[in-house]
């Protein structure tokens, strides 16, 4: 009798073993794993998969920390309606359902949640499973600056879910492009600059293809270059990057941390480690932050949504934790926790980022600019460059690009950036004595109603960079005669060696121009060539002759200082209106008006000045040595208000002077040129 029952038992097995062979699952059957029949067709993809030319370059692929206008899930959920409730504060959340009986569904326990549905639409299409991150579009921009769609066959046979982002373009209104390379979005992650990385998933899956040829594919199709392909240090079925690790910023990523006792410790400190040594698209090394996952939990399977970081929690003791490491590494955003639904549990493999994706703002300003990082020679200005992408085909306002800037944590100020060429725009924050540390954001806007920030979010998590003396300096670097106790002691500057090396000092000029009489009254040092060793100081005391009656020729000099390094230059002007009032000349003070608008310049500016009488009027440009390069006026003028262009040529960059001569004043304002 047992034997029967058992031979029994084994036959219904035996029945239900094949006739589930047969029967293809039901779309809520599907696993984040593969399935028996699809392990069996793991590398087949698609048949139906057509590929298109690329994009037309140059490319961008846009990152998930970049503007993003909506969110893309699927119905029945992985996500509790909660979070969809959250999202729909700041975003379009698109639920892609079968047919209008389940958006009827949907909107009903939308509407009871307490949805924003006007933060809703809908995408009608069949799909196979809820993971929208894994098959879900990654977006680019062409070189036209328009937003379109990467696709790629999907690396599980599920064809609904692969037919998804040709669907979202067409509800978009985006181009679509079909790249094929077998892939996910969970193994994929992108900085927005250029680099992308994956495990090595990506190359299991495509064995019909070389190294090179995917890495060209990435190339061509998503302007990634380089493409960083890692071991996965999980050790687990799915090799999912988002399972361990996570762009935060062109310069940060987030990576799991876990306890020596760990069986995977090793390999996930030395991934940690390989990202620390690697440079990012700023040109310095990522920045690595860690995050506690001692008993594998999802924490880096976060969604980042513009200012908001939502990120998969699970009711332990760590939670607090992982909050904390994303406020630490992402100052400034909203950092949610947020717990899985009973039915669909957050699990080490497979959390809130496989269940969601970003749909890109399509019409987005984004600002490329390579900031400055470390220490930074302190002897110049600073010089900024930026490039601006305004998706919308919509102009920028040339007078919102703005540098936003402070030192040593002081107040911020601004200056505009000007327009150099095409979408290229050029700004100087001033230079600033060694030691200071100055923290940075641009901005713009343009006229579609967009705006940017680089980095996001601006003020809260500037760019950061601490000015330093790398060679012999001047302090002050200009002597400036303002006052007649100022020429009857004199101005003295103080040369000292910032390197950790000594410098060969040469010589330093003696006496100014002809029409400039100034000459070194003393000087500290006793004969040359002199030695200065690292971080010794030498001082230089200049004095000027009282005029008796007539005005100096030059107003402005340079006082040279020679070493082995170079040259180095000490700015040396007078007060105009010193000499007039010592000569006993009578004038009006500040009477004259003068400016130059866009300050600084590229090619050209407009220069205004208003007389109060007739005067002969003297207009010109100087150098830093008070060579005169252009004259832009010379004759008798009536009173009244003056605007003519000065084109700067083939001139280089740097400090120029425009200077104003009347028959009672002289004025001098300061310009910058810019290349």
Same mark, same amino acid.
């Given at each position: 009798?047992?034997?029967?029952?058992?031979?029994?038992?084994?036959?219904?097995?035996?029945?239900?073993?094949?006739?589930?062979?047969?029967?293809?699952?039901?779309?809520?059957?599907?696993?984040?794993?593969?399935?028996?029949?699809?392990?069996?067709?793991?590398?087949?993809?698609?048949?139906?998969?057509? @590929?298109?030319?690329?994009?037309?370059?140059?490319?961008?692929?846009?990152?998930?920390?970049?503007?993003?206008?909506?969110?893309?899930?699927?119905?029945?959920?992985?996500?509790?309606? =909660?979070?969809?409730?959250?999202?729909?504060?700041?975003?379009?959340?698109?639920?892609?359902?079968?047919?209008?009986?389940?958006?009827?569904?949907?909107?009903?326990?939308?509407?009871?949640?307490? $949805?924003?549905?006007?933060?809703?639409?809908?995408?009608?299409?069949?799909?196979?499973?809820?993971?929208?991150?894994?098959?879900?579009?990654?977006?680019?921009?062409?070189?036209?600056?328009?937003?379109?769609?990467?696709?790629?066959?999907?690396?599980?046979?599920?064809?609904?879910?692969? @037919?998804?982002?040709?669907?979202?373009?067409?509800?978009?209104?985006?181009?679509?492009?079909?790249?094929?390379?077998?892939?996910?979005?969970?193994?994929?992650?992108?900085?927005?600059?250029?680099?992308?990385?994956?495990?090595?998933?990506?190359?299991?899956?495509?064995?019909?293809?070389?190294?090179?040829?995917?890495?060209?594919?990435? +190339?061509?199709?998503?302007?990634?270059?380089?493409?960083?392909?890692?071991?996965?240090?999980?050790?687990?079925?799915?090799?999912?990057?988002?399972? !361990?690790?996570?762009?935060?910023?062109?310069?940060?990523?987030?990576?799991?941390?876990?306890?020596?006792?760990?069986?995977?410790?090793?390999?996930?400190?030395?991934?940690?480690?390989?990202?620390?040594?690697?440079?990012?698209?700023?040109?310095?090394?990522?920045? $690595?932050?860690?995050?506690?996952?001692?008993?594998?939990?999802?924490?880096?399977?976060?969604?980042?949504?513009?200012?908001?970081?939502? $990120?998969? %929690?699970?009711?332990?003791?760590?939670?607090?934790?992982? %909050?904390?490491?994303?406020?630490?590494?992402?100052?400034?955003?909203?950092?949610?926790?947020?717990?899985?639904?009973?039915?669909?549990? !957050?699990?080490?493999?497979?959390?809130?980022?496989?269940?969601?994706?970003?749909?890109?703002?399509?019409?987005?300003?984004?600002?490329?600019?390579?900031?400055?990082?470390?220490?930074?020679?302190?002897?110049?200005?600073?010089?900024?460059?930026?490039?601006?992408?305004?998706?919308?085909?919509?102009?920028?306002?040339?007078?919102?690009?703005? %540098? !936003?800037?402070?030192?040593?944590?002081?107040?911020?100020?601004?200056?505009?950036?000007?327009?150099?060429?095409?979408?290229?725009?050029?700004?100087?924050?001033?230079?600033?004595?060694?030691?200071?540390?100055?923290?940075?954001?641009?901005?713009?806007?343009?006229?579609?109603?967009?705006?940017?920030?680089?980095?996001?979010?601006?003020?809260?998590?500037?760019?950061?960079?601490?000015?330093?003396?790398?060679?012999?300096?001047?302090?002050?670097?200009?002597?400036?005669?303002?006052?007649?106790?100022?020429?009857?002691?004199?101005?003295?500057? +103080?040369?000292?060696?910032?390197?950790?090396?000594?410098?060969?000092?040469?010589?330093?000029?003696?006496?100014?121009?002809?029409?400039?009489? !100034?000459?070194?009254?003393?000087?500290? $040092?006793?004969?040359?060539?002199?030695?200065?060793?690292?971080?010794?100081?030498?001082?230089?005391?200049?004095?000027?002759?009282?005029?008796?009656?007539?005005?100096?020729?030059?107003?402005?000099?340079?006082?040279?200082?020679?070493? =082995?390094?170079?040259?180095?230059?000490?700015?040396?002007?007078?007060?105009?209106?010193?000499?007039?009032?010592?000569?006993?000349?009578?004038?009006?003070?500040?009477?004259?008006?003068?400016?130059?608008?866009?300050?600084?310049?590229?090619?050209?500016?407009?220069?205004?000045?208003?007389?109060? =009488?007739?005067?002969?009027?003297?207009?010109?440009?100087?150098?830093?040595?008070?060579?005169?390069?252009?004259?832009?006026?010379?004759?008798?003028?009536?009173?009244?208000?003056?605007?003519?262009?000065?084109?700067?040529?083939?001139?280089?960059?740097?400090?120029?002077?425009?200077?104003?001569?009347?028959?009672? @004043?002289?004025?001098?304002?300061?310009?910058?040129?810019?290349?």
């Amino acid at each position: 009798m047992k034997k029967f029952y058992l031979t029994y038992v084994i036959f219904i097995l035996f029945i239900f073993h094949a006739s589930a062979q047969d029967k293809k699952p039901e779309p809520w059957q599907y696993g984040h794993w593969l399935s028996a029949e699809e392990a069996l067709q793991k590398y087949q993809g698609p048949i139906t998969f057509q @590929e298109t030319p690329p994009p037309t370059g140059p490319v961008r692929n846009v990152a998930e920390f970049d503007r993003m206008q909506g969110v893309l899930v699927r119905y029945p959920f992985g996500i509790p309606i =909660e979070l969809i409730k959250q999202m729909a504060e700041g975003v379009m959340v698109t639920t892609i359902v079968l047919n209008s009986a389940q958006q009827a569904t949907v909107t009903s326990q939308y509407q009871a949640a307490g $949805v924003n549905m006007a933060h809703c639409n809908f995408l009608l299409a069949p799909s196979d499973s809820y993971w929208t991150r894994d098959y879900g579009p990654w977006f680019e921009s062409d070189g036209s600056n328009s937003i379109g769609i990467v696709d790629f066959p999907y690396n599980r046979n599920r064809p609904n879910d692969d @037919e998804i982002p040709k669907r979202v373009a067409e509800m978009l209104g985006i181009p679509w492009y079909g790249m094929n390379v077998i892939h996910t979005g969970g193994n994929y992650m992108t900085d927005g600059m250029g680099i992308s990385s994956s495990t090595t998933l990506v190359w299991d899956e495509n064995p019909t293809q070389t190294h090179d040829s995917i890495a060209n594919k990435v +190339r061509n199709y998503l302007g990634i270059d380089p493409y960083l392909v890692v071991q996965d240090p999980n050790g687990t079925y799915i090799d999912h990057i988002d399972c !361990w690790g996570k762009y935060l910023a062109p310069d940060k990523i987030l990576i799991r941390k876990v306890p020596p006792s760990h069986p995977q410790y090793a390999l996930i400190e030395a991934t940690a480690s390989y990202y620390a040594s690697t440079p990012c698209s700023y040109g310095y090394n990522y920045r $690595v932050f860690r995050v506690n996952t001692p008993d594998d939990q999802p924490y880096s399977n976060s969604l980042i949504l513009n200012n908001k970081v939502f $990120v998969p %929690i699970m009711n332990s003791s760590w939670d607090d934790s992982a %909050i904390a490491a994303y406020q630490a590494a992402m100052p400034g955003y909203q950092v949610s926790g947020i717990i899985g639904s009973s039915s669909t549990p !957050w699990v080490s493999t497979d959390a809130l980022h496989c269940r969601a994706m970003g749909i890109a703002d399509i019409g987005q300003l984004y600002i490329r600019h390579i900031p400055l990082h470390g220490n930074v020679p302190a002897q110049d200005n600073f010089l900024l460059t930026a490039d601006l992408v305004p998706c919308s085909d919509s102009a920028v306002y040339s007078d919102s690009v703005l %540098i !936003w800037y402070r030192v040593n944590s002081g107040i911020y100020q601004k200056i505009n950036m000007v327009n150099t060429s095409g979408l290229h725009y050029s700004g100087m924050i001033p230079k600033q004595p060694s030691g200071s540390i100055i923290q940075y954001y641009l901005y713009a806007a343009d006229k579609s109603g967009h705006n940017a920030m680089m980095p996001l979010m601006g003020a809260a998590d500037p760019f950061t960079f601490t000015a330093i003396y790398t060679d012999i300096t001047a302090i002050p670097d200009t002597l400036w005669f303002r006052t007649a106790a100022d020429l009857i002691l004199g101005k003295a500057t +103080r040369l000292h060696n910032y390197t950790t090396a000594s410098i060969l000092l040469d010589s330093v000029q003696k006496e100014g121009h002809a029409g400039m009489g !100034w000459w070194v009254d003393s000087l500290s $040092v006793t004969s040359f060539p002199h030695m200065m060793n690292a971080g010794d100081s030498e001082y230089v005391h200049v004095r000027l002759p009282i005029p008796l009656s007539l005005d100096p020729v030059y107003w402005i000099d340079t006082m040279n200082v020679y070493s =082995e390094l170079g040259v180095h230059r000490v700015i040396i002007m007078i007060n105009s209106e010193l000499y007039t009032s010592i000569a006993g000349t009578s004038g009006k003070g500040n009477s004259l008006r003068l400016y130059n608008y866009p300050n600084p310049f590229t090619g050209s500016t407009s220069i205004h000045y208003q007389l109060k =009488e007739r005067t002969t009027v003297k207009l010109e440009v100087m150098n830093t040595v008070g060579k005169e390069v252009a004259v832009l006026a010379a004759s008798v003028q009536d009173a009244g208000e003056y605007t003519l262009s000065f084109n700067a040529g083939t001139l280089p960059a740097g400090i120029y002077y425009l200077r104003i001569i009347t028959e009672k @004043e002289t004025v001098t304002k300061k310009m910058m040129l810019i290349r």
